[in-house]
């Protein structure tokens, strides 16, 4: 099979939700992308170009080490501060996370579209007790449905 996304193992989707329910507090969102697959992943994988135009909090993110799948990145946000983060990209899975902080995406194919899932961890932020969803919880979401929105539109050239 010639198909980069199938792997053996975990679908993507559902290894993202795995990793969410690890991370106590983690907010996950999805989008069914009208764009093929390559064009969406073409676009999450250019973390140097394509991450400061889709991450609000980003102003720079630059390659220092690429080792197979493993990449080490030096992620300036715009207050100013360095982060170093280390990451994990192969087609259909990229995670990348630093001491304070965990993100991922998963793709894969559905047709001639793209279903994306982004997740979201803070790890120094408690998450709020009981079921509910919390403000920063709908907040975080309402980001990442912006950010997944900014990459459909990256992907399909749509750049209005």
Request: hydrophobic fraction near 40%.
């Amino acid at each position: 099979m010639n198909d980069p996304v199938a792997r053996p193992g975990i679908d993507p989707i559902d290894r993202l939700a795995i990793l969410a329910a690890a991370l106590p507090g983690a907010v996950v969102g999805q989008r069914r992308i009208a764009a093929p697959f390559e064009a969406v992943w073409q676009v999450i994988a250019d973390l140097e170009n394509a991450t400061p135009r889709y991450e609000p909090g980003v102003a720079q993110v630059r390659v220092i080490e690429r080792r197979g799948e493993f990449v080490r990145l030096s992620v300036h946000d715009t207050a100013g501060r360095e982060h170093a983060m280390d990451a994990r990209l192969r087609p259909g899975w990229c995670v990348m996370q630093s001491d304070t902080i965990v993100i991922a995406f998963a793709a894969r194919r559905v047709g001639d579209e793209t279903l994306v899932a982004h997740l979201e961890h803070q790890r120094t932020r408690t998450p709020a007790p009981g079921p509910h969803e919390s403000q920063a919880d709908r907040a975080a979401l309402a980001k990442i449905d912006r950010e997944l929105h900014t990459i459909e539109k990256l992907a399909t050239h749509d750049e209005h």
